[in-house]
């Protein structure tokens, strides 16, 4: 029932209208990888077949990235340059005088766009929306003689993309994370009229009461006034409406344009006790400006909300007068196959899957993101943190400095009306240097208080904030420290104090990013034995090189088995922790999601960040469920394990069955036996009391809980073989099918001692390869979608396209013997 409720908000939010008569380009579209020597070499004529019919082009749907691959690619550095993307449009504007638009939702990091050899726009930053106006190109091509016999009546648009490094651009390439090239988020052609609205800002605001609420409604117009009321006898109008949640107009103003420059107030309304929104209710106004000329209507809509929220100083969040402890995450535009162009549907699949797991606020790291996710998180009841990639390097000159305030502007702007944000970000660890030759922290927090002020001028009803730059925390309204207890330092069992620490030096905390690195598929038996080396009371802060596996002081981020079993042992003792802390504003776990980045190439899956609570392509790993069962209140339960085929010990030894549940109480099967019903209780570590210690026998096993709240039951299951035998240092490789369906075939590989025993704590490196019909499913950032991977628990898999054919499956791994198999 909550996740058709959820369902229902989407379709309804998906159902708000943009600029009118837009269409999404999302087919006929060709690729090049490369630069060319000039505009001509893509727009010349040649004949199929012509040798001269070089470069070579791939056809491609948008959006797309370059980097599509070769981000995760893991014998390759990612390309960064230039790339074209090329197409022919047939041009219809159905208004007489109306402009024709090309809408770009983001596309990196540089571009410029040709209508055949005129170049007509251009833009730097990868993250913000913007448009290019093809119109007058347009209409000189149609007087040219290609026109015709070239092109036979259709435009020709070639786009030019460029992620080349500049150290005068933000973000720095010193950032965690993939700086991707391409046409990665949605493109549109738009049709407006001659008077049209290019920016509609809806401020909503409530009473600390919520009793009483307003909205401010003021437009900003894509063109300066025309001779109107001249040619039509009339000037242009706007009709304002105030729709309510349920669709019905509850007020409207018409108001006569005199003027159409600058931003234009059209309309106040006062409403009496508004529906208020929150994650618990989301629920969305909606405001309609219909502008009337001469030539006919032109509408734009914008959802709003109403809600009030409060940083308490030195005290927790507010939102609409109640306590609301933030319960977060970060996402990162990155996903399996596609890297940055994600469709509408991966993103919603991602949204929901987030909300589900009992998420209430999320940092979208590192820049502006999709309007598709603030949408999403507007209807779903997602409280956002959103900021622009001044990410790293330091402070470069007057070029990085605009980019910079530009990308602020348009980030507040685009974004205004999203009753979902409530803090916009500064910066992320600006106090790493790297990219200019000098560091400067006064020049770093002369800047941070300019666009401090930029962003309050802009936008007074939201908080500023920052991430780890200690000399500028006093600067913005909420400050977020680096805390990592258990993973780049300390114990996890420091998390309270650490964080008590922090919580006192700032009127305003927020805790953003904590967690650590799970390789998915990998499980322990003995997941704290790193803990013995790590040094206590030393902090909890990430320091210079503690991201790296080689060198420094013992951390479990070098040191730890990078198994799932620890990361749940993590996250349980920060959310029973959580519970304990009544000042505490909140905190986001970074990230919810695997991502890719070009400065991790030695990770158990290379060029990966794998602190997500699910895998690149949304499979979840088990952290998921421990954040489910703290966060959740629609009853379920989850045995720790669903990933763990092979568990091991000696005979009759008791082995740890951990259960993740939000229900009052659990009962345990083992092979059909009960082994009690244990009471719930948050503050028993680990899994709140809803652990068994079971004696297992060699073989198969069968474990089954049932979770109960009254008279509510759900319930789980699992199967799992048990191994007595020892193994020794791993001998040989074993590779064998495990399944094949839809021209799709799993293939393992296993590691086995002299005596053909599974290593199930082998951790080595294997690399596949294929030869034949087949193509490996590789390059996707998953464990089980990389040609070059850490086993975990001594195997591995990957995935091959058969394509009806004949194919031999290699496999290698340093000091043993290549095993194949054919396919």
């Known amino acids: 029932m909550q996740r058709l409720n959820w369902l229902f908000l989407l379709l309804i939010v998906n159902l708000s209208a943009r600029a009118q008569q837009s269409t999404r380009l999302t087919g006929n579209w060709e690729f090049l990888k490369q630069d060319v020597g000039g505009i001509w070499e893509i727009v010349r004529p040649v004949g199929k077949g012509n040798p001269e019919s070089v470069p070579l082009w791939q056809p491609v749907q948008l959006p797309h990235c370059v980097n599509a691959e070769d981000a995760v690619d893991p014998d390759v550095n990612y390309y960064q340059g230039p790339a074209w993307y090329r197409t022919q449009l047939e041009i219809n504007n159905p208004y007489g005088n109306g402009r024709t638009l090309l809408f770009f939702e983001g596309a990196g990091q540089k571009t410029d766009v040709y209508i055949y050899t005129t170049k007509v726009g251009s833009h730097t930053g990868g993250y913000d929306e913007w448009s290019v106006d093809l119109t007058d ?39 965690d994370f993939n700086v991707y090239g391409g046409i990665y988020r949605y493109l549109n052609l738009v049709y407006t009229p001659s008077v049209a609205i290019d920016k509609l800002f809806a401020k909503a605001e409530t009473d600390k009461t ?47 344009l005199t003027t159409l420059t600058g931003d234009c107030h059209l309309a106040d309304f006062a409403l009496k006790t508004p529906q208020l929104w929150s ?31 409060e940083f308490v100083d030195h005290g927790p969040f507010m939102l609409n007068g109640q306590r609301l402890l933030l319960r977060g995450t970060h996402r990162h535009e990155d996903h399996a196959g596609v890297a940055a162009a994600m469709t509408e549907e991966m993103m919603r699949q991602e949204m929901i899957m987030m909300k589900e797991m009992g998420v209430n606020f999320i940092r979208l790291g590192h820049y502006q993101q999709s309007r598709i996710i603030l949408n999403l998180c507007d209807s779903l009841g997602i409280l956002v943190w959103e900021e622009i990639p001044w990410c790293r390097g330091g402070l470069g000159g007057p070029v990085y400095k605009d980019q910079a305030r530009r ?39 002369t800047f941070m208080k300019e666009l401090n002020d930029l962003s309050h001028r802009l936008d007074a009803s939201r908080k500023t904030a920052i991430r780890r730059c200690d000399f500028c925390k006093d600067i913005v309204d909420v400050y977020s420290p680096s805390i990592w207890a258990g993973w780049y330092r300390g114990l996890f069992t420091e998390y309270k104090q650490a964080t008590e620490e922090e919580f006192k030096k700032v009127n305003h905390f927020l805790h953003v990013e904590w967690g650590g690195d799970s390789h998915a598929g990998r499980h322990s038996e003995n997941p704290d034995k790193a803990l013995q080396t790590v040094r206590t009371g030393s902090g909890a802060d990430e320091r210079a090189g503690d991201a790296s596996l080689y060198g420094g002081a013992a951390r479990v981020s070098k040191d730890g088995d990078w198994s799932e079993t620890y990361l749940c042992n993590l996250v349980d003792w920060h959310l029973k922790e959580q519970e304990t802390m009544p000042w505490l504003t909140g905190s986001a776990q970074w990230p919810f999601k695997d991502f890719s980045t070009p400065v991790r190439p030695d990770n158990p899956v290379p060029y990966m960040n794998q602190k997500g609570v699910v895998e690149r392509d949304l499979t979840k790993k088990e952290a998921y469920y421990v954040f489910q069962s703290y966060w959740t209140t629609l009853p379920m339960a989850h045995i720790y394990g669903h990933s763990w085929p092979v568990r091991w010990g000696n005979e009759e030894e008791e082995k740890m069955i951990k259960v993740y549940s939000n229900c009052a109480e659990a009962e345990l099967f083992v092979n059909g036996k009960s082994y009690g019903v244990k009471k719930r209780n948050s503050q028993d570590f680990p899994a709140a009391g809803l652990r068994w210690n079971v004696p297992l026998k060699e073989g198969a096993q069968e474990v089954k809980v049932i979770g ?61 390869s294929l030869a034949g019909d087949g193509k490996l499913i590789d390059n996707q950032g998953t464990p089980g979608g990389s040609r070059l991977v850490q086993v975990y628990n001594g195997r591995a898999i990957i995935r091959v396209q058969t394509n009806g054919g004949k194919s031999v499956l290699g496999v290698k791994s340093e000091g043993l013997k290549t095993a194949f198999k054919d396919l």
């Open 708 to 768: 109960r709240t009254g008279k509510t039951e759900v319930r789980d299951s699992i199967k799992f073989q048990y191994q007595t035998e020892k193994w020794g240092k791993p001998a040989g490789l074993l590779l064998e099918k495990l399944s094949e369906a839809n021209g799709i075939a799993t293939m393992q590989v296993k590691l086995l001692d002299n005596k053909g025993v599974l290593c199930l704590d082998a951790a080595n490196w294997v690399r596949f």
């Open 279 to 309: 994650p618990q209710k989301p629920v969305l106004y909606t405001v309609e400006a219909t502008v009337t000329t001469a030539e006919g209507s032109f509408v734009q809509k914008e959802k709003i909300g109403f809600r009030n929220f």
């Open 137 to 175: 190109a347009i209409a000189a091509f149609k007087k040219t003689a290609v026109f015709q016999s070239q092109f036979k009546g259709k435009i020709p648009i070639s786009i030019r993309t460029d992620n080349s490094r500049d150290l005068e651009m933000i973000p720095s390439n010193l950032s």
């Open 407 to 445: 990308m602020l502007t348009h980030m507040i702007e685009q974004h205004y009306n999203h009753p979902a944000v409530i803090i916009w970000g500064m910066g992320n660890e600006n106090d790493w240097p790297g990219d200019q030759p000098e560091f400067d922290k006064e020049q770093i927090r």
């Open 210 to 256: 919520g009793k009483s609420g307003s909205v401010s409604v003021v437009a900003r117009f894509s063109t300066p006034l025309r001779q109107l009321a001249e040619e039509a006898g009339r000037g242009p109008s706007v009709l304002v409406k105030l729709i309510d949640p349920t669709g019905k107009p509850v007020q409207q103003k018409e108001v006569p």
